[in-house]
């Protein structure tokens, strides 16, 4: 199965450029807790919905019988993290969770399975909990079920205009 292709455009966050970059290096062995803290991570690669580049983000890691979510918290602020909007325009991303990244398909779940989902993200990871009192927004829950098509391809983004 092809891996997303496309140009990379780092994070202008240093520690984000940085966690993921050693992340990968070290096929997950390393830079794979929330930075300071005992709380794993994954790394999602999407495509951005503007530029067409290949974003990655170091996000909390929320598995539950070979599915992820992907939960667009921000820390509580009042908008959404930028890969919100990247999930929606292109929703096969790739996910990294030790050494082999895989292709998902991100989807934006709502009412009762949002709900299921995001009982299960705070059980795993507390915090989020104290985001959504810090946001009068309702945070975006994204499931990612792999994508087992054989020979499924993602073609490269057209060139951004």
Known sequence: MDLLEGEYEPSPADWVREQVEAYEASGGAEANTLRGGSDPIVVITSRGARSGKLRKNPVMRVERDGKYVAIASKGGAPENPTWY???????????????????????????????DWWEHAVSTWPTYAEYQKKTDREIPVFLLEPVEVTGYSVPPAEAAS
């Open 85 to 115: 909007a990247n999930f929606v325009a292109n929703p096969v991303v790739q996910l990294q969770d030790g050494p082999e990244p895989k292709l998902y398909e991100a989807r934006l779940l709502e009412g009762e399975e949002r709900a």
